[in-house]
T-cell receptor, first 117, second 115 residues
Framework: AQKVTQAQTEISVVEKEDVTLDCVYE???????LFWYKQPPSGELVFLIR??????QNEISGRYSWNFQKSTSSFNFTITASQVVDSAVYFC??????????????FGAGTQVVVTP | DTEVTQTPKHLVMGMTNKKSLKCEQH?????MYWYKQKAKKPPELMFV???????INESVPSRFSPECPNSSLLNLHLHALQPEDSALYLC??????????????FGPGTRLTVL
């Protein structure tokens, strides 16, 4: 069975502060993909980033960066210099590559990020 | 273009009504999905269509009936719903290839209220 844990329920920051979201996962698949999605109050889930299990290179994309560590099964996400528009619920998700798991996105519980001016 | 559209945005229905939710994508994706999301919870997968065939049904009650008329359209027919079915219903699509990166792209959702 696959499981994604986001231990942080809510994080509140002041604008321009950095915010890091934690994600820990469990899977028996040897190959898998990890995702971060953002859900603003409007409700639409917006795809942010994707990382496959065989590439542990960490990257930066604009104000977003991520730290994937297979040894600790963690896939943390950082927003640098936060802005009010970053206020949303952020979901970490896992998808396997087997016949049984490819179509199923396993979501974490989500972390509410509140950015105040 | 990563747009998935859903209609209507909001729907209020009685327990005896029959209604349908619609989803459309023009990205050439061959997999489409229905999710249900309750307040302050993550989305829960309901159905997956792959190449216009139902490939996953997550034990959803029969009062929810999916339909995939073609590769661009996905419907969810609703009948005899219960108040606890009130939720945000999200549609998603992806390339549909098991071996691909296959990222799911979501629509804006339909907020359903059952009275």
């Amino acid at each position: 069975a696959q499981k994604v844990t986001q231990a942080q329920t809510e994080i509140s920051v002041v604008e321009k502060e950095d915010v890091t979201l934690d994600c820990v996962y469990e899977t028996r698949d040897t190959t898998y993909y990890l995702f971060w999605y953002k859900q603003p109050p409007s409700g639409e889930l917006v795809f942010l980033i994707r990382r496959n299990s065989f590439d542990e290179q960490n990257e930066i994309s604009g104000r977003y960066s991520w730290n994937f560590q297979k040894s600790t099964s963690s896939f943390n996400f950082t927003i640098t210099a936060s802005q009010v528009v970053d206020s949303a619920v952020y979901f970490c998700a896992l998808r396997g590559m087997t016949t049984d798991s490819w179509g199923k996105l396993q979501f974490g519980a989500g972390t509410q990020v509140v950015v105040t001016p | 273009d990563t747009e998935v559209t859903q209609t209507p945005k909001h729907l209020v229905m009685g327990m005896t009504n029959k209604k349908s939710l619609k989803c459309e994508q023009h990205m050439g994706h061959r997999a489409m999905y229905w999710y249900k999301q309750k307040a302050k919870k993550p989305p829960e997968l309901m159905f997956v269509y792959s190449y216009e065939k139902l490939s996953i049904n997550e034990s959803v009650p029969s009062r929810f009936s999916p339909e995939c008329p073609n590769s661009s359209l996905l419907n969810l027919h609703l009948h005899a719903l219960q108040p606890e079915d009130s939720a945000l219903y999200l549609c998603a699509s992806s390339q549909g290839s098991q071996g691909s990166t296959d990222t799911q792209y979501f629509g804006p959702g339909t907020r359903l209220t059952v009275l």
